[in-house]
Every structure is written in C-alpha cells, then in structure tokens.
C-alpha cells in the first residue's frame, strides 16, 4: 500500500521559515522522483520544487527560488521541503509526491506524478 504522509506544516508570520517533511512506504522510492506541489485557495496545483531520484538535480519554480530547498535522504524514505523568507503568498495547502523515473512528460505537471500525500496546510501572516 502506497502512503505518503506529509507533516510541518503550521502558521507563520512573513519572513519566517517552517520545514515540511514527506514520508513515503510501499513503492520503491529510490525510484522515483519527489515533488512538492501547492494549492492556493481558488488556485490550480502547482509544482513548487522537484528532486531527482539520487538528489543530485533540483528544480524550483521561479516564485521559491533562492527562498525553497528541496533535499532527500533515500536511506530514511524521506523528502524534505525548506522554506524560508515566507511570504503571504506561500499560504497554501502543500502536498508530496512521487513520480516514476520513467515516467515522460513535463516535469511541473501535476499530471505527471503517480502517487500523493493528503496534505499540510501553511499559512503565513503578514
């Protein structure tokens, strides 16, 4: 059984950091691309940050570049979101998921990804 369980989330004020954590069971991860996607209220999901499989490649939407760090530790099945220098804008509900290696396609999309966490909600202040 797939599962991926996301927690971290909470409230913050703007400028503040918070660390989102994904752990993920009953795939082969090592295979699989993760990324971080989010939905903003009345917004479509959108990629935020990906890793590849080893975590030697990342990528970063332009909105969380230089403030979003994505990493992970293969050996604990885990993905890791670093958020800092948080804006309003940030406030969303934050989602893991995994993407098959082999799977083509555009990297962002959600479409592409095969299997999701529920979810963790953000909220930042101003």
């Known amino acids: 059984q797939v599962q991926l369980v996301e927690s971290g989330g909470g409230s913050v004020q703007a400028g503040g950091s918070l660390r989102l954590t994904c752990t993920a069971s009953g795939y082969p991860y090592s295979s699989y691309l993760m990324g971080w996607f989010r939905q903003r209220p009345g917004k479509e999901r959108e990629g935020v940050a990906v890793?590849?499989?080893?975590?030697?490649?990342?990528y970063y939407a332009d909105s969380v570049k230089g403030r979003f760090t994505i990493s992970r530790d293969n050996g604990k099945y885990t993905v890791y979101l670093q958020m800092n220098s948080l804006k309003p804008e940030d406030t969303a509900t934050y989602y893991c998921a995994a993407r098959a290696a082999v799977t083509a396609g555009e990297l962002f999309s959600p479409l592409n990804y095969q299997h999701w966490g529920q979810g963790t909600e953000v909220t930042v202040s101003s």
């Open positions: 890793i590849s499989t080893r975590g030697y490649s990342t």
